[in-house]
């Protein structure tokens, strides 16, 4: 197993999940059934791509800062790769697998729920390992995957 030694690693995997949940999100937007749906998941995908540039910004700018010592302990590390690797969307042939059985929205809205959910735990353990003055950039990504996560809420419970 790879270990992240820098915090711009931690930013090129943020950068990577708002990517393909962009994707994502586009392709929801694609198959879905209403459209209040494919506004929201349209309103998503433009979501992650703001959140895309805003790691991909700090990727650069964190350059290579390492990351707190107490950081790189083994099994700290080991515990944010499982939170990369589980993650609803990193794996491209699992998405595509569980969006070719999806009977419905309510389902496509429950995957959904996932991915924010997922996103928030890996953002909110990336707060910590940025220096003390790019905490806010990811605090703001957070306070808005929970945005989105409320909405695909709301949307699941009129459905």
């Known amino acids: 197993m790879a270990f992240f030694f820098h915090a711009n690693e931690i930013a090129k995997s943020a950068v990577e999940i708002e990517r393909k949940g962009r994707a994502f999100y586009l392709r929801l937007a694609e198959s879905a059934q209403s459209e209040k749906s494919r506004e929201l998941f349209e309103y998503l995908a433009a979501e992650e791509a703001k959140h895309e540039e805003i790691f991909a910004s700090l990727q650069t700018k964190l350059g290579d800062i390492e990351l707190p010592a107490w950081a790189t302990q083994h099994e700290y590390m080991t515990y944010i790769q499982g939170i ?40 909110t353990e990336m707060k910590e390992l940025v220096p003390q003055s790019d905490r806010d950039a990811v605090k703001k990504c957070i306070d808005e995957e929970r945005l989105h996560l409320s909405r695909l809420q709301t949307m699941l419970k009129a459905l």
Not at 109 to 123: H, V
């Open 84 to 123: 990369i690797e589980s993650h609803t969307l990193f794996t491209d042939d699992v998405v595509d697998k569980q969006m070719a059985v999806l009977k419905d929205e309510k389902e496509a809205i429950r995957m959904a729920i996932g991915f924010e959910k997922d996103t928030m735990l890996f953002f």
